[in-house]
Nanobody, 115 residues
Framework: QVQLVESGGGLVQPGGSLRLSCTAS????????MGWYRQAPGKERELVAAFTRAGSTNYADSEKGRFTISRDNAKNTVYLQMNSLKPEDTGVYYC?????????WGKGTLVTVSL
């Protein structure tokens, strides 16, 4: 079993920054195949950024250059640094991890970009 806990969401003005954290606990083999999805109001969940199974990074086109995913292997934690935030970045950000063919989800953290 894998448990994921996100933190770091909140209200930020357009152009601002936030850093999200996701810590995995339980039986963790590696923190590859782990990353972030966003669900905006009224929309489907979409990939934002992730570490692939091979450990490389993958970003949605709209986030390239603004968001950076990083990790701390010792802490089983993945971070999402979000800069130059836009109102359309608003949504619930969910951390996920795939292990042994099972996709685990965190409960999500709300990010609101507004004046």
């Amino acid at each position: 079993q894998v448990q994921l806990v996100e933190s770091g969401g909140g209200l930020v003005q357009p152009g601002g920054s936030l850093r999200l954290s996701c810590t995995a606990s339980g039986t963790i083999f590696s923190i590859n195949a782990m990353g972030w999805y966003r669900q905006a109001p009224g929309k489907e969940r979409e990939l934002v950024a992730a570490f692939t199974r091979a450990g490389s990074t993958n970003y949605a086109d709209s986030e390239k250059g603004r968001f950076t995913i990083s990790r701390d292997n010792a802490k089983n934690t993945v971070y999402l640094q979000m800069n130059s935030l836009k109102p359309e970045d608003t949504g619930v950000y969910y951390c996920y991890k795939i292990q042994n063919g099972i996709r685990y989800w965190g409960k999500g953290t709300l990010v609101t970009v507004s004046l």
